[in-house]
């Protein structure tokens, strides 16, 4: 069933999980708050998982879609205000990881997925271009990974535990958010955690 435009994700619902970020004592140590960034950051994927198969079986259009997924980011990307020096950096690390999703998202639809090359090769690129500081060419390569990936192709989850930590773990983190939400687009109620 699709969804109404404009409703894939809302404000309110970016909020929501800020709200019980803000709330709760969270340590990205601890297995729970570890989970709930998670989620955070998987409740954006599905959404944008669900613009891409709208597209796909028709009821949205190519600019319809490139304009949903904007809406998302525009929500998700904005600035946060939280006093915890801490909670803001664990947000901004699902925001930096949402990034190269949103991306990979807008280069699929208007583009298709890369012609050649597999996820694998392409993170490696992307590594390898950030051992190099070219931020501007690994991001692109993260972003022609995830076409593969919404295409249905798999991220190795090897390669990725061997990624150095930086920006393109983090993106590639927000790639396998995208790929478990391709494969299983069912939203994440904020209701399922364990209270």
């Known amino acids: 069933m699709?969804?109404?435009?404009?409703?894939y994700y809302t404000e309110e619902r970016w909020r929501n999980w800020l709200e019980r970020i803000e709330e709760e004592e969270v340590d990205p140590e601890d297995e729970d708050s570890a989970r709930l960034l998670l989620n955070l950051q998987d409740d954006a994927a599905i959404a944008i998982a669900k613009i891409i198969t709208d597209y796909e079986e028709g009821p949205?259009?190519?600019?319809?879609?490139?304009?949903?997924?904007?809406?998302?980011r525009e929500?998700?990307?904005?600035?946060?205000?939280?006093?915890?020096?801490?909670?803001?950096?664990?947000?901004?690390?699902?925001?930096?990881?949402?990034?190269?999703?949103?991306?990979?998202?807008?280069?699929?639809?208007?583009e298709g997925p890369a012609a050649e090359g597999t996820v694998t090769d392409y993170v490696e690129a992307a590594?390898?271009?950030?051992?190099?500081?070219?931020?501007?060419?690994?991001?692109?390569?993260c972003v022609q990974a995830g076409t593969l990936i919404i295409d249905g192709e798999e991220l190795d989850v090897d390669a990725v535990a061997e990624l150095e930590y930086g920006l393109v773990s983090e993106?590639?983190?927000?790639?396998?958010?995208?790929?478990?939400?391709?494969?299983?687009?069912?939203?994440?109620?904020?209701?399922?955690?364990?209270e």
């Open 171 to 194: 993106w590639v983190n927000g790639l396998d958010s995208l790929q478990t939400a391709m494969s299983d687009p069912e939203v994440v109620e904020e209701e399922d955690e364990a």
């Open 127 to 141: 590594a390898d271009a950030e051992a190099e500081e070219d931020l501007d060419a690994a991001l692109g390569y």
């Open 75 to 110: 929500i998700v990307l904005e600035e946060v205000e939280i006093d915890d020096e801490e909670k803001l950096m664990l947000i901004d690390g699902v925001q930096t990881s949402l990034v190269c999703v949103f991306y990979a998202a807008e280069e699929f639809v208007a």
């Open 2 to 7: 699709s969804t109404p435009p404009g409703e």
């Open 60 to 72: 949205l259009d190519e600019e319809t879609a490139l304009e949903e997924i904007d809406d998302i």
